[in-house]
């Protein structure tokens, strides 16, 4: 028999779930639904007209491991291939990276003597904690904070300045309450299998997913890509998969129509908006986990408690744009530590990996100053009360004294991106399995995908909406 699948969500997650959808012949219909005007969710570039793009939301793309293939295979089906900009490992916006500690930039260690010398702002060769570590005895908790197992296994000042800072740039989150297992499974796994996180890292410790690589994919591993874009931003990907399912004959999409209330019914669903009711045999839901939670039926309270424990943070993004090269340092950007500014998270040189965005004629340089994060309500205040001015001042403030540039923007904007990325904290796994549990135990026709479960990246999420696509073949 043939079925409808409803998608609740039209992020990357939800168009990449509707995309393998529209490819599986058991699903004689998708409806889409979105609550804004627009899809892609944090995917999202303005074009100027005079040429130069800006990211609000995440920017270059990893190609590797199982996920990065998939994304670039997906990029190479919806004929994007021309459009891609690819930053090799050997580029500068790869090698040098910068962080901001007791009022300096500090340049991470690249290369082998950056490892072997005393490198500031450590305070002793970086190997030494690399080779303590393979000695030091495995962990037996079920799971740890980042910072703990860090602490434990590299030292304290490793965790203290470059993990803090990583957790900041990736989770724009506190390591000292984030979970290692779930953040990090590579590095949890690898003390589990190995003993050790270098031994782990050198030996491997089990296989990920097989996704074959498309022409694209082989070409990003063959040239060493570290990361890439598209030429006329991010937001490339996500018009190209709404212009797909618009082409296809069995996919209904709505925008402006959030989901109020979902109720059980039959073996399916009743899905009611504000203006009407759709049915579903199968939902979806690529919602944030705590939006999910709100529209479950109060039968599902369990699962409803266990979703709004999964919490977000929001994260201010202040684009600017500048005239002339003004950067005294060149890379990829830098990260300042929770002790030195909990504020202010990072500053990203957006012109030095994709000159390609900068406005035609004479040169720019574009930088994007990412605030708040778990610390916007402590620094900030509500969100609802804080005002884009009070953000742009303090973006310009910290590029004069991080990077002593007197000049004004010629341009900025500020997007203030509401619960943005989900925050894995200590025993994330044990309510996904929770979760999970409930979801099977009760029979419910319901798949979870997205930034709030396994993983926050954008290859991850396009991989989570595959995924629960092709776990449908047979059972819808
Ligand atoms: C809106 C702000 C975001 C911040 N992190 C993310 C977003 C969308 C998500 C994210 N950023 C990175 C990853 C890792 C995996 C990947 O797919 O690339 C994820 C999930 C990478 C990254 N982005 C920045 C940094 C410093 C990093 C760490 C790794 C690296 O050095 O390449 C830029 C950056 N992003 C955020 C901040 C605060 C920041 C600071 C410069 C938050």
């Not at 599986?24 to 969710?41: A, T, Y």
């Amino acid at each position: 028999m043939q079925k409808t699948v409803a998608v609740l969500g039209g992020g990357i997650g939800g168009l990449s779930a509707c995309y393998h959808l529209s490819k599986n012949p058991q699903v004689s219909k998708i409806v889409l639904l979105e609550s804004s005007g627009r899809f892609g969710g944090w995917l999202h570039s303005t074009r100027r007209a005079d040429g130069a793009v800006f990211e609000h939301g995440p920017r270059g793309l990893r190609p590797n491991g199982a996920v990065g293939r998939n994304t670039l295979n997906m990029v190479s089906e919806l004929g994007l291939e021309k459009e891609v900009l690819p930053v090799t490992y050997d580029h500068v916006a790869s090698k040098n990276r910068f962080l901001y500690v007791g009022g300096q930039l500090h340049k991470m260690p690249s290369s082998l003597s950056g490892v072997v010398r005393t490198v500031p702002p450590f305070s002793r060769p970086l190997i030494l904690s690399v080779l303590k570590e393979m000695v030091v005895a495995r962990g037996e908790e079920e799971d740890e904070t980042v910072h703990s197992f860090v602490s434990r296994r590299l030292g304290a000042e490793l965790a203290d300045i470059a993990i803090d800072c990583l957790c900041r740039g990736v989770f724009a989150g506190d390591c000292r309450e984030l979970s290692v297992r779930s953040c990090f499974p590579l590095l949890f796994d690898a003390e589990r299998a190995r003993g050790s996180i270098v031994l782990g890292m050198m030996l491997g410790s089990g296989s990920g997913p097989d996704v074959p690589p498309s022409a694209l994919a082989s070409r990003a591993q063959r040239e060493r890509w570290a990361q890439w874009s598209l030429q006329k931003g991010m937001q490339m990907l996500p018009d190209a998969l709404e212009e797909w399912l618009r082409n296809g004959s069995h996919v209904q999409i709505h925008k402006h129509t959030a989901v109020k209330e979902l109720a059980t019914g039959g073996n399916g669903w009743e899905i009611k908006m504000e203006d009407g009711t759709v049915k579903a045999d199968h939902i979806i839901s690529a919602l944030p986990a705590h939006a999910l939670a709100s529209a479950l039926p109060p039968a599902a309270q369990p699962l409803s408690e266990q979703l709004r424990k999964i919490s977000m943070v929001t994260v201010a993004v202040v684009n600017l744009e500048y005239e002339g090269s003004i950067l005294p340092v060149i890379g990829f950007g830098h990260l300042i530590p929770s002790s030195e500014d909990r504020g202010v998270l990072g500053v990203v040189y957006d012109s030095v990996p994709f000159p390609e965005h900068n406005r035609t004629g004479a040169p720019t340089t574009r930088l994007t100053v990412m605030m708040g994060g778990a610390w916007f309500q402590e620094v900030f205040g509500s969100v609802e009360e804080v005002t884009e001015k009070c953000f742009l001042d303090r973006a310009t403030q910290a590029v004069s004294s991080h990077l002593r540039v007197s000049a004004q923007p010629l341009w900025s904007s500020v997007a203030i991106l509401k619960d943005c990325i989900p925050q894995y904290h200590l025993g994330h796994w044990k309510r996904l399995e929770n979760i999970r549990h409930y979801i099977g135990h009760h029979n419910l026709p319901l798949t979870l995908i997205g930034a709030s479960y396994d993983g926050v990246s954008v290859n991850d999420v396009i991989f989570s909406g595959r995924k629960a696509a092709q776990g449908l073949v047979g059972e819808v």
